[in-house]
């Protein structure tokens, strides 16, 4: 049996340990955060009516209101990080968003 308690801490551990990885500006740190987080969400996710124990309501609904907030913080320190990136390379060098200008060919094609 697993206790929905236990599994919801470890999420707050590592999203804590995320959000001081975001803050630190160090991609080093932010990679290595993200191990921690998956195992936590794993552990959480594998919680079913049949395996979690019986927990203390109160203390629960606690950790749930601890956890949002330490989401919250990472969803915070996570846009100002993209924020500062954006003015830094205005131009899109990873992942989605609309692209911005063209590519130009430099050889013409032969066809």
């Known amino acids: ?3 929905p308690l236990d599994a919801l801490t470890r999420v707050h551990a ?3 340990g995320l959000a ?3 803050a630190s500006g160090r991609h080093e740190a932010v ?3 993200e191990t921690p987080l998956a195992e936590a969400a794993r552990r959480l996710a ?3 009516t049949q395996t979690a124990t019986v927990v203390n309501k109160a203390e629960l609904r606690r ?4 956890t949002r907030a330490a989401m ?3 969803e915070r320190l996570g846009a100002s990080l993209a924020s500062v990136a954006a003015q830094l390379f205005p131009q899109p060098v990873y992942g989605p968003g609309p692209r ?3 590519v130009t060919r430099t050889v013409p094609a032969r066809t």
């Open 1 to 3: 049996m697993t206790n």
């Open 14 to 16: 590592a999203l804590e």
């Open 20 to 22: 001081d990885a975001l």
């Open 31 to 33: 990679i290595a955060a």
């Open 46 to 48: 594998l919680l079913t």
């Open 63 to 66: 950790q749930v209101l601890e």
């Open 72 to 74: 919250a913080r990472c």
């Open 100 to 102: 911005v200008g063209r």
